[in-house]
């Protein structure tokens, strides 16, 4: 991937499964790990921040926001997709948003319609400019 491997460890097992046949209308927050095999209409954040880890399989499909720390995508996503440590599309990604990162890995056939915009760790500075007052 891209990017120093500074950062938190991604999370190397899933705790919640929403399974393929299931839809589910509203917003998710999840600590650990959580993969999407079914549909989703509406918000998926992890409430661990960076260390939370979403797998969207390859038959699963998002209708909504995605703020997560580590991003595994195979599917369909259409909303804008925040991923604070690193985002990894897999050959069947269709994501129709704009995508933040820090680190990305895009695999041949993944396809974004929107802008990829990468963040970096450091924090924003807000500079203000001295007033030339007389």
């Known amino acids: ?3 120093s491997k500074k950062g938190s460890k991604p999370q190397n097992r899933i705790d919640s499964l929403i399974g393929a046949g299931t839809r589910v209308e509203g917003n998710i927050a999840f600590s650990g790990g959580l993969r999407v095999d079914g549909e989703v209409h509406g918000n998926i954040s992890s409430v661990e921040g960076p260390a939370g880890m979403l797998v969207i399989s390859e038959q699963a499909r998002v209708e909504g926001e995605i703020s997560v720390g580590h991003v595994v995508i195979n599917g369909t996503v259409i909303g804008p997709v925040v991923a604070g440590e690193s985002l990894e599309l897999l050959p069947n990604a269709q994501v129709t948003g704009d995508v933040e990162y820090h680190r990305l890995e895009m695999q041949q056939g993944a396809v974004v ?4 915009v ?3 760790s450091a924090k924003t500075i807000e500079l203000k400019l001295a007033s030339n007052n007389g």
């Open 1 to 3: 991937m891209f990017g």
């Open 113 to 116: 319609q929107g802008r990829l």
């Open 118 to 120: 990468h963040r970096t």
